[in-house]
């Protein structure tokens, strides 16, 4: 198994644990999608990503009819995505990913987490180059051969494939995002859920009350309703 699969298996249990905040969250990316493709599934390929994200979250229908009718409206929210890099203590560099209407807040908000908890705000490009941007797929793995499906999907940018419980998951780089997907819809395989996600490229193993420190802000970071997802170079413990 490569960085993909051990990355996924430390952080399973760890994002989104809050069911309201994760239902915020996909409510921005279904708003996003909308404002900058239209509210058509169909014709939407974004779009169709959030939606299958969202059932995969339990998110009930009429709420992600409801984000796709309010995104639509012309004086509702405009989203920004802007990422921002830092450092946590002990030289931890962390990538934190928002969606904000209001960008002054946002940075803010961030610059104070990072200040109070002993870390430091960094430019851009600074830390992001310390990670890989990838994007992975859950299909149902009912009827196909992990193997065969990764030979098959290697032409359209997949790199590891892999069984995680009834499930396959199929990582590919960033850029190979939509080609994957457009692939697996021809091929009329189900897409359960995908994403995107920072993997470093390197980690550093701190002590346990090092780590501490470190959770500290990353805690804080999870918790703004601007932010989407925090990444960070902090070895994982088992």
């Keep these: 198994m ?22 915020t969250r996909i409510g921005k990316d279904i708003a996003i999608s909308v404002k900058e493709n239209g509210p058509h599934p169909e014709s939407n390929a974004k779009l169709r990503a959030a939606i299958q ?39 931890i560099a962390v990538l934190v990913e928002t969606a904000t209407d209001n960008n002054n807040r946002t940075v803010a908000n ?3 987490y990072f200040n109070k908890y002993g870390g430091s705000l960094g430019t851009s490009g600074s830390v992001e180059f310390m990670f890989e941007h990838k994007c992975h797929f859950k299909v149902p793995s009912t009827g196909l051969d992990p193997e065969e499906l990764e030979l098959e999907l290697i032409d359209f940018g997949a790199e590891e494939v892999f069984v995680e419980e009834e499930s ?12 994957i997907q457009k692939e697996l819809e021809n ?3 189900e897409i359960i859920s ?45």
């Design 53 to 91: 994200n969202a059932k995969a979250a339990n998110m009930p229908k009429e709420n992600i009819e409801r984000a796709i009718k309010k995104a639509s409206e012309k004086d509702s929210a405009n989203y920004k995505e802007v990422l921002f890099e830092g450092y946590a203590p002990h030289g």
């Design 168 to 179: 396959i998951l199929i990582y590919a780089t960033f850029e190979n995002y939509g080609s």
């Design 110 to 112: 961030i610059r104070s």
């Design 2 to 23: 490569g960085r993909a699969f051990e990355f996924r298996k430390a952080r399973k249990m760890k994002r989104w644990a809050n069911m309201s905040r994760t239902f």
């Design 194 to 238: 995908s994403a995107f996600e920072r993997i470093p490229t390197i980690t550093k193993k701190l002590s346990e009350s090092e780590v501490a420190d470190v959770e500290k802000l990353l805690e804080k970071l999870e918790e703004d309703d601007d932010v989407q997802n925090v990444y960070h170079t902090m070895e994982d413990g088992e």
């Design 187 to 189: 091929r009329k395989i």
